[in-house]
């Protein structure tokens, strides 16, 4: 799949995320000015959010954190 994608190999997951991370804050101008557009073709006042965690027992970058499930140790997709 990788060579279809035209990547040479597979990125570490931790890799992918520090990418991710990275281009959040150049992602986040665009996005918004389409979240606008779109309010604008179609006007609602609902906003749905995932704040489920990405458990990642062996990530080097992973922290702990806390749900109420309880304690795991990964990563939050809200970030700031």
Do not use: H
Not at 39 to 64: F, S
Request: charged share 25%.
């Amino acid at each position: 799949m990788a060579k279809t994608l035209g990547l040479k190999e597979v990125s570490d997951r931790n890799t992918v995320g520090r990418c991710w991370r990275r281009s959040l804050n150049i992602l986040q101008t665009p996005l918004v000015k389409i979240a606008d557009i779109l309010q604008l073709a179609v006007p609602t006042k609902i906003a749905v959010v995932d704040l489920t965690p990405l458990v990642d027992l062996y990530g080097m970058e992973a922290g702990w954190g806390y749900t109420s499930r309880g304690k795991f140790k990964g990563f939050s997709r809200l970030q700031r």
